[in-house]
Every structure is written in structure tokens, then in C-alpha cells.
């Protein structure tokens, strides 16, 4: 997968058209978490520097298509022309007169923000009209919004039939460059540590990397499945009866494949998830009794050899409960393993990206993807409407 890039085109005097995602939590009208627009603004002064008119927009919550003032993107702009450095002007519409009166307002260099995307229906709808209302403003399409590249939007794929080139700002070149070095062309051994609640949201990435590792260790609530599948008794664990075929054929194909793949020897166990500390089990005593919110220390071990001999590493999904402070030694002790490894390490997945920033290992982590429903999709082997839309170099 090869995109043309922003670097790679004279945006010069050219209006510029940038989809980010702006998408920012609130709590009692105040930004939370900067994140994303911190993330963004690589791409946006890249532009702003090469002279462009540079036109930024975004979806904000679901609005249902129409206005709601509850997601409008104005308050979002004083702390973008913070974070920016400079000024930002505000569209109250992204399309029609509004949006290109504002556009056309901007002198060389300078940002207007417009407002949410999903003001009008017809975004969500890839509706080949507005698209082309959105493409009127632009000379030049930048998709730096991974988090949405699996919508097939008129901001995100509708769009890019009326411009031409249609390029991925730095952020999405990121997550391209990752993709490719980890799952398209990755240095071996390749290890996929997986993990989270249930096999049946994972089915489709477990099937796709099992063509693609050599090591895959699962863990969290989703190896309750193949535990009893393999004859285990769980106790009061997680079980997805109708997945116990399909994990059974999941352990088939990696064997026939000669992928090693491994779960969880031992448990930390308890009553429930308040108690005050678990206890450790193997994996031939759980019961009733008890639930198991962390995989054990021999696990830990176990897993950490695995990911010692790997030379990529794609995390996905915690060991186990790891919000709270007693059940999250296994998950803390991959972020560790990963952060210390030598391997080029990728890591997708709110609570994944979330543990390492618990941990303060986020600097020693080579990638983070910025899109969950993205990167699984990736890692499930499908095509992304966001990033097939763009430009091939």
C-alpha cells in the first residue's frame, strides 16, 4: 500500500482541503483531551508553510444529520488557534456560500475550520452532491483522519472522485508506513499478542494473522473460549459457546500452519472484581467460585519469552482488568516486555494505547495507532474506502 503524501505535491497558492478528526471529548464545555488535534498539526502547518489556503474540517458526536449546537465545532477553535499558533477562522456551514466565502477570505497561509461534517445527512450517506459541494472547495484532498478511513464518507472517500490528487497528510502516512513494516512486509518472527473480552469480535483478526505470524499469544477474557474448547473447565469465567467451533478451528489452522500459538497456564483469581487482591491458579483449578481478571506470573513469563525471540510485536486487546490496580500486572508486564524490546513494536487499540500511557511507556512504544475500528479492520485484512480513495504513488 502506497499513497501519495503531502510532502510529495507543490501546495502552493492551492486551497487545500484537510479532513481531520476533531472529534475531541468535552466535559462541562471544555476540551478533555487534545490528542487528536496535537496529532493533526504536523499536517496542517506543513500547509500553512507551503503557502496553501488551508481548509480544515471534521465530524464532531452524531448529530443525526442536522445541526445541533451540542456539536458544533466552534468551541473547539480556541484552543486549535492555541495549539496552532496562529489564527482560525470559523465557517458556520461546511458547504455553500458560507464555507466558500470563508475560503475564499483566507489569504496564503491561513486556516478556516468548518463546521461539522455531519450537520447535513448526506455525509454519512456518501452522497455524490455533497461530495461534490465539498470538493468545490479544495484544489487539493489531505485525509489525516485514520480513525475514519473505514467510513466510506463524502469527506472521506465521496470527495476524492472530484479531486485530484488526493494525498495523506503526515498522520496517515504514519499509519500507512506502520502498516506496511509490520503487517504487509514485517521483519520475522512476527508476534501478535491479542487480547480483550471476546473471541467474536476478534474472529476476523485472528484468521487474517494467522496467516500472517509466527507467534500469537491470546489472553484477557477471549481465552476462556479456547480453554474450554480444549477441555478446560472455566468456573464463572467468559465463554461464547457458539464461538467454541470456530476457536477450534483457529487452533487447527495454526497448528497446520506451524504458528505457535499460546494461552494463558496460569490465572490471578477471585471472588469478584472488588475484591481487594487475587490469587494465583493454574489453569486445571479454576471454578465456579472464583472469576480470573489476569493472567498468572507464569504467563507473564511465558508470553514475555515468546515476545523476546519476536523481531515485530502487534499488540491488540489487555491480559486482563487492568484498570484496577490488583488485577493489572499482566497487562502492565506486556506493556513493559514491548517497551524494552528491540522488535519494532505496533500497538492498536483504545485500552492497549491506554495501558501504555498508564505505564508512561508511550515514548518507548515505535507505534500507536491513532483509528480502533481502523486498525482492526486493517488487521482483519479488509480495505480501508478512506485509504483506497487516495492517490497511488
Known amino acids: 500500500m502506497n499513497k501519495l503524501s503531502l510532502d510529495q505535491v507543490d501546495l502552493s497558492g492551492k486551497r487545500v482541503f484537510i479532513r481531520v478528526d476533531f472529534n475531541v471529548p468535552f466535559e462541562n464545555g471544555h476540551i478533555t483531551d487534545d490528542t487528536r488535534i496535537v496529532s493533526s498539526l504536523p499536517t496542517i502547518r506543513h500547509a500553512m508553510k507551503a503557502g496553501a489556503k488551508v481548509i480544515v474540517a471534521s465530524h464532531m458526536g452524531r448529530p443525526k444529520g442536522k445541526p445541533d449546537p451540542e456539536f458544533s465545532l466552534k468551541p473547539v477553535v480556541p484552543l486549535f488557534a492555541k495549539l496552532l499558533g496562529a489564527p482560525v477562522a470559523f465557517a458556520e456551514d461546511c458547504v455553500g456560500e458560507t464555507a466558500l466565502a470563508a475560503v475564499n477570505a483566507l489569504a496564503p497561509g491561513g486556516v478556516v475550520l468548518?463546521?461539522?461534517?455531519?450537520?447535513?445527512?448526506?455525509?454519512?450517506?456518501?452522497?455524490e452532491g455533497f461530495a461534490k459541494k465539498l470538493a468545490e472547495l479544495c484544489d487539493v484532498y489531505v485525509n489525516d483522519a485514520f480513525g475514519s478511513a473505514h467510513r466510506a464518507h463524502a469527506s472521506t472517500e465521496g470527495m476524492t472522485r472530484f479531486v485530484k490528487p488526493a494525498v495523506s497528510g503526515f498522520l496517515m502516512k504514519k499509519e500507512i508506513e506502520y502498516f506496511n513494516r509490520s503487517l504487509a512486509d514485517p521483519e520475522r518472527p512476527l508476534a501478535a499478542l491479542l487480547g480483550g473480552a471476546k473471541v467474536s469480535t476478534k474472529l476476523s483478526v485472528l484468521e487474517n494473522l494467522l496467516d500472517k505470524c509466527d507467534i500469537m499469544l491470546i489472553g484477557g477474557g477471549m481465552a476462556f473460549t479456547f480453554l474450554k474448547k480444549l477441555g478446560h473447565e472455566i468456573g464463572g469465567n467468559i465463554l461464547e459457546p457458539d464461538m467454541l467451533d470456530a476457536a477450534g478451528r483457529i487452533m487447527e489452522k495454526a497448528k497446520a500452519k506451524g504458528v505457535t500459538f499460546l494461552l494463558p497456564e496460569d490465572f490471578v483469581v477471585a471472588e469478584s472484581l472488588d475484591a481487594a487482591q487475587g490469587r494465583v491458579t493454574d489453569v486445571h483449578h479454576l471454578d465456579g467460585k472464583t472469576i480470573a481478571p489476569d493472567i498468572g506470573p507464569a504467563t507473564i513469563e511465558m508470553f514475555k519469552k515468546e515476545l523476546g525471540r519476536a523481531k515485530t510485536i502487534i499488540w491488540n486487546g489487555p491480559m486482563g482488568v487492568f484498570e484496577k490496580k490488583q488485577f493489572a500486572a499482566g497487562t502492565m508486564a506486556m506493556v513493559e516486555a514491548l517497551a524494552a524490546s528491540s522488535a519494532l513494536t505496533v500497538v492498536g487499540g483504545g485500552d492497549s494505547v491506554l495501558a501504555i500511557n498508564m505505564a508512561g511507556a508511550a515514548d518507548r512504544i515505535d507505534f500507536m495507532s491513532t483509528g480502533g475500528?481502523?486498525?482492526?479492520?486493517?488487521?482483519?485484512?479488509?480495505?480501508?474506502?478512506?485509504?483506497a480513495a487516495l492517490t497511488d504513488t
Request: hydrophobic fraction near 35%.
Open 114 to 127: 468548518l463546521e461539522n461534517l455531519r450537520f447535513h445527512k448526506e455525509e454519512e450517506k456518501n452522497d
Open 373 to 387: 475500528g481502523a486498525f482492526l479492520e486493517l488487521m482483519e485484512g479488509k480495505t480501508l474506502p478512506g485509504l
